[in-house]
């Protein structure tokens, strides 16, 4: 197992750099066959969609492969189903505009204190035509949800619920499978933010049974774009603000413009890639693209088993050296709950300074609130500079995790 680990890093060219990249969660880094797939797009493709040429029509199939791949990654029903957009945040903005046409003064919008803006701020924006907000709040102490006030948060009014998968803070990982129960047993639409936990754990929105689902291939290796899966029927009977010659078909009508045929060609090798490691680790004997949703849940969750192991390594690091607080779940027999992100402050050094000193030395860690607004002033952390964060992925190494604490050993003393 650990062989094929080691093997996947000669994939990612920029590893070469010998630079340690634990700033996975802002974005991964790419392998060579997605950089290939972008620049043989424009070799060969280059043009815009639904021209009577070849290269439009070469456009188009790409376009289609890279819906087929995005539905097997997320277990979608179907292609249709699959929305590419710019990111996540625009995408989000786009549909609660888009769910904001029919909800007013009696609507009531959930979402939580742990989410990252972009499941935050488009709900917000409701407001402005009336609906309420209810927050679902968080435990300080180990950063999860407040699961025993979820069903007293929904209300006969409330019309939706917005949850994240994982923290992209803390790598809490939500119980969506209840979460999303009570929001059914309630009747509400539901909306997850799979940002985070993409890149750690397969998805199944069938088994999930949400009615959409946005996350960001350029964090599970791939380029900058964002998807939003709709439930067939929802997306059909939605109505998102759009130009009138555009399709009106979905999901077209939720596609503004000129998409990036380059990216989609990118998120496509980027799921190919993580499918192959699903060749190779399982008995390899499953046909393509047919098999390849198994293959992928065997990644993943192989990745995730991988993660995890590196990750008590670090988590049992950081514990040992003076002056570190860890924020989120830090007990090791819960590595479950968590994705392999680690939140944590350093005493007489600003998070600024711990990531500067870090960068200098080669390990790229974040600092301050990325985007997890509410959560970091929840923690008071808000108006400290935030928080570091060190990610691992599924290239890091168990000597990059050592190089990472030497050096944070040096910088505590
Ligand atoms: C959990 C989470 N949600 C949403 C976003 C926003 O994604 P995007 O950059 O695709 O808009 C991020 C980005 O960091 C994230 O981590």
């Known amino acids: 197992m650990n062989n094929i680990f080691d093997r996947v890093r000669e994939q990612f060219p920029a590893l070469a750099s010998g630079i340690v990249f634990l700033d996975g969660p802002g974005g991964t880094q790419v392998p060579q066959a997605v950089m290939d797939a972008v620049s043989t797009y424009y070799r060969e493709a280059n043009s815009n969609e639904h021209g009577l040429f070849s290269t439009s029509r070469r456009s188009d199939a790409i376009i289609a492969k890279g819906r087929e791949a995005m539905a097997d990654f997320i277990h979608a ?43 935050i701020a488009p709900w917000l924006h409701l407001q402005e035509q009336g609906v309420v907000i209810r927050w679902l709040e968080f435990d300080a102490a180990d950063c999860t949800l407040k699961l025993e006030d979820l069903e007293k948060t929904i209300t006969k009014r409330t019309r939706l619920l917005a949850v994240g998968g994982a923290s992209n803070a803390f790598g809490t990982v939500n119980d969506l499978p209840r979460i999303l129960a009570a929001a059914r047993a309630a009747n509400v639409l539901t909306f997850v933010d799979a940002v985070h936990y993409a890149p750690h754990r397969p998805i199944d929105v069938q088994l999930l049974n949400c009615d959409f689902l946005a996350c960001s291939p350029y964090k599970f290796y791939g380029p900058h774009s964002g998807v939003l899966y709709g439930r067939r029927e929802v997306l059909e009977q939605l109505d998102p603000f759009k130009v009138r010659p555009a399709a009106d078909s979905a999901p077209d009508r939720f596609e503004t413009g000129t998409k990036s045929h380059e990216a989609i060609a990118g998120v496509a090798a980027a799921i190919d890639f993580l499918a192959a490691l699903g060749q190779e680790l399982g008995t390899g004997c499953e046909s393509y693209p047919a098999g390849r949703r198994r293959l992928l849940k065997q990644a993943l969750a192989a990745i995730s088993d991988h993660e995890s192991s590196l990750f008590a390594r670090l ?88 190089l990472f604490l030497d050096a944070l050993r040096r910088l505590a003393q």
Do not use: Q
């Open 77 to 119: 029903r179907s292609p249709n189903e699959i929305v590419f957009g710019t990111n996540m945040t625009t995408l989000t903005l786009h549909l609660s505009r888009a769910l904001g046409r029919d909800l007013g003064a009696d609507d009531e919008v959930v979402v939580t204190r742990l989410d990252h803006d972009a499941n």
């Open 315 to 402: 988590l049992a690091g950081l514990k040992e050296i003076p002056g570190v607080r860890i924020y989120g779940i830090t007990d090791p027999r819960r590595l479950r709950e968590r994705t392999p992100t680690a939140c944590f402050t350093l005493s007489g050094k600003t998070p600024a300074e711990v990531a500067s000193r870090l960068g200098d030395e080669g390990i790229h860690v974040w600092d301050g609130d990325y985007y997890a607004w509410e959560a970091m002033r929840h923690l008071g952390l808000g108006d400290r500079g935030g928080a570091v964060r060190a990610g691992l992925s599924l290239y890091n190494s168990a000597g990059e995790v050592e």
